[in-house]
């Protein structure tokens, strides 16, 4: 049972700690990004939805080439952590944070542009400064399109399998998510065990999908 349930609450717990992590970045820069026109915008957009059409090994490839141990960003990371972050849990969550940001970014960006610049008017005159403005206004009223690209940005950390593959390997026990085990597994012939791993991604997918799509409804 453990060697079932090991990948299993390995991909969870990273893809909630990516998820948070990317909610706070996507949100970010979408604030940073949303209505505003300055030269070289496209440009920006298009880095942040790079992970999104860029092949899962190109992903893993360029994780190892830039926090590897041979980089001065990963010999740095090294000195911080005493540990390279290659073939670590870590890894896997910097992997599903990159792959799902842009997922989380498009959500945010859409839902802090839907949001009526009327209403953020009046609470400036009213006397709130930009940071208050935010928090209690676009914020709760993008919270919708926010909560669903969150949803959405677990479920495709959930599935992530290349870069994590490249980046965090396949250590049963420290590294090895669901995607890898499942791929191991049928490698292996262990065809049940493989389909046990399909059924449970399959489940956690469906209702994760079904809660993002509600969240949509809601917020038209």
């Not at 041979?70 to 990371?77: C, E, F, N, R, V």
């Amino acid at each position: 049972m453990e060697e079932f349930w090991s990948p299993v609450w390995l991909s969870i717990n990273v893809s909630l700690l990516a998820g948070v992590i990317v909610a706070i970045l996507g949100t970010a820069a979408a604030r940073w990004m949303a209505r505003r026109r300055f030269r070289g915008k496209t440009i920006v957009e298009t880095v942040f939805m790079l992970p999104l059409v860029l092949p899962p090994s190109v992903v893993g490839f360029l994780l190892v080439v830039l926090f590897g141990r041979h980089s001065p960003i990963g010999k740095l990371m090294e000195t911080w952590f005493h540990t390279p972050v290659l073939f670590t849990p870590g890894a896997a969550v910097m992997a599903a944070v990159v792959v799902s940001f842009p997922l989380m970014y498009q959500a945010a960006k859409a839902g802090l542009e839907a949001v009526d610049p009327t209403v953020e008017g009046a609470a400036r005159i009213d006397g709130a400064n930009e940071r208050q403005v935010f928090w209690h206004i676009s914020l709760p009223l993008a919270r919708n399109a926010l909560l669903s690209g969150s949803v959405l940005s677990f479920a495709r950390s959930l599935g992530e399998f290349g870069a994590t593959l490249m980046f965090a390997g396949n250590i049963p026990g420290k590294t090895q998510t669901i995607p890898t085990a499942v791929y191991m597994a049928m490698e292996s012939g262990r065809m049940e065990l493989a389909w046990a791993w399909v059924a449970v991604t399959i489940g956690l997918s469906f209702s994760l999908l079904s809660c993002a799509a509600k969240l949509g409804r809601w917020q038209r």
